[in-house]
């Protein structure tokens, strides 16, 4: 059973700035595709940004471009999401994710793709 420790959740005033991060002791993780999602209260899981195995390529989805940077250090097993300029509108709970990647090419911006969940961690921005 894989297991994500996730932190850096909190409240924040608009503008400012969290980092997120994601752990697991599983040495496997050097060959997952990670991607961060977040689901806000009566919302749909949404995806927010991923990364490929070795970090070579990233994804953002268009809200977050140029405010958020996802990125990975594969000796500490973790993946982070730094957020500035947050918004109001990017309060969630935020998950970590990650699948088996046959590549160093593939991302998926789909959460029926991905195998392991970390827990949630919740962030939440006042206006």
């Known amino acids: 059973q894989v297991q994500f420790v996730e932190s850096g959740g909190g409240s924040v005033q608009a503008g400012g700035s969290l980092r997120l991060s994601c752990a697991t002791s599983?040495?496997?993780?050097?060959?997952?595709?990670m991607g961060w999602f977040r689901q806000a209260p009566g919302k749909e899981r949404e995806f927010v940004a991923a990364?490929?195995?070795?970090?070579?390529?990233?994804y953002y989805t268009d809200s977050v471009k140029a405010r958020f940077t996802i990125s990975r250090d594969n000796a500490k097993n973790t993946v982070y999401l730094q957020m500035d300029r947050l918004k109001p509108q990017d309060t969630a709970e935020y998950f970590c994710?990650?699948?088996?990647?046959?590549?160093?090419?593939?991302?998926?911006?789909?959460?029926?793709?991905?195998?392991?969940w970390g827990q949630g961690t919740q962030v939440t921005v006042s206006s």
């Open positions: 994710a990650a699948y088996e990647a046959p590549s160093d090419i593939l991302l998926s911006l789909y959460p029926i793709d991905y195998e392991f």
């Open positions: 599983d040495r496997a993780f050097s060959n997952w595709a």
């Open positions: 990364i490929t195995r070795s970090g070579s390529n990233v």
